[in-house]
């Protein structure tokens, strides 16, 4: 791999494989070591990895088509997916230092979490003695650093910790993204240096303290926004593997107890899957603006305003309940022989139902951010 220009096709070329294991994946609650080593060969985890240590740093449009196609073939997949290309983005934010330490390889894979629930105490002479047991933290068990997000003192930190220095609890028991291995990690007095340490406030401001690439526009994305935009494959992708697989089943069964012995031919079938696509690809223009914004403001350097801000948040809230909704239709019109797990319509619905209720991307929550700013009130929330 000496480019990432063709990491779309690249990626297309290893979802027959990510199909095969999806159901694998949910069984066995992490995804398959043969799908991550596919991942990476395909060089999905170089997305946001500084070109200097042989990353890419794909163009935004890219990734998300790159990471919508991994969404469609496996949801589990795809969230863990985006979830490590994220945390290598705020990765390349950490001192230099660190970057040095991480991007040793440029196929570092890196996971997160956001919700400081470890604490840190300052040590004399520098660095942070970290304790603490941090959920969700999807990929862990095959991630090489993880981000946990601390507390010292009020100031919430993101710490830059090897993950054989944590242990992995095996606590992930959930009906959606099933396979997305997000357990628990837990820090026993792990001692992390000054260097491996990113204060969350300044970054929310737009201030981090790596050095080479405080200039460069691609890292002055905000972090929160690009998570929106990172999260949308996931919705969309879903809503499309349903609406595909719907469409493929919908010629080779008939409706139970009517006289239609092919449910293509019957006009509520016509009515469910127009509302289902429409709904889609109103989610998908959501998305492309959201997109556009983020891009175009990376290329000219305008700062952003608290309203665009606030309405990328409330996109990226409602195109997830549109592709929900598209899904929900899709399931309700599937029967009952879709119940089965070999079926994808079945987790598909369970995943976009566990991923509309990720506290980032929850409709209701981002629309009320949105609501509260276009109402002329403050946000409510400093994760703009």
């Known amino acids: 791999m000496e480019s990432g220009t063709d990491i779309v096709d690249r990626v297309r070329g290893v979802l027959p494989l990510l199909r095969e294991h999806a159901l694998r994946a949910e069984r ?4 398959t ?12 985890y170089r997305m946001n990895v500084p070109r200097r240590y042989g990353g890419y740093q794909t163009p935004l449009r890219t990734q998300v088509d790159a990471l919508g196609e991994i969404a469609a ?14 945390c290598s983005f705020i990765a390349a934010l950490f001192p230099d230092e660190a970057q040095d330490e991480i991007f040793a390889s440029p196929d570092v894979r890196v996971s997160g979490t956001l919700i400081p629930d470890a604490t840190a105490v300052a040590q004399e002479g520098g660095g942070y003695l970290v304790n603490g047991t941090s959920g969700f933290a999807t990929g862990c068990q095959d991630a090489d650093w993880h981000l946990l997000t601390v507390r010292a003192g009020a100031e919430p930190l993101w710490t830059a910790i090897p993950m ?13 993204l099933a396979g997305s291995g997000s357990n628990s990690v837990v820090a026993r007095d792990v001692f992390v240096p000054a260097h491996r340490v990113l204060p969350v406030g300044p970054l929310l401001g737009g201030s981090f303290p790596s050095k080479t690439n405080a200039a460069d526009p691609f890292y002055g994305m905000p972090v929160l926004l690009l998570f929106c935009a990172w999260a949308a494959p996931e919705a969309l992708g879903l809503a499309r593997a349903a609406l595909a697989e719907f469409t493929a089943r919908m010629t080779q069964r008939g409706i139970t107890y009517t006289f239609y012995e092919r449910q293509n031919e019957a006009a509520v079938t016509h009515l469910q899957v127009a509302e289902a696509a429409l709904k889609l690809n109103c989610a998908e223009l959501l998305a492309g603006e959201m997109v556009e914004l983020i891009e175009s403001k990376a290329a000219t350097g305008d700062p952003y305003t608290q309203l665009e801000r606030a309405r990328i948040r409330g996109q990226g809230g ?13 399931g309700s019109a599937s029967g009952a022989s879709s119940l089965r797990e070999e079926v994808p319509i079945q987790r598909i619905i369970r995943d976009v139902h566990a991923l509309s209720l990720h506290s980032f ?3 209701a929550t981002n629309l009320e951010v949105y609501g509260r700013v276009l109402s002329g009130l403050d946000p409510g929330t400093p994760f703009l």
Not at 28 to 31: A, F, G, H, P, S
Not at 164 to 176: I, N, Q, R, T, Y
């Open 318 to 330: 409602y195109l997830t309940r549109l592709c929900k909704e598209a899904v929900d239709l899709i």
């Open 33 to 44: 070591p043969e799908v991550v080593s596919a991942l990476t060969d395909a060089g999905i």
């Open 361 to 363: 991307i929850n409709p």
């Open 28 to 31: 066995e609650r992490r995804v």
């Open 73 to 86: 073939a496996c949801g589990s997949a795809g969230f863990m997916a985006l979830l490590q290309a994220g």
């Open 164 to 176: 054989a220095e944590l242990e992995v609890l095996d606590d992930w028991h959930v009906s959606g």
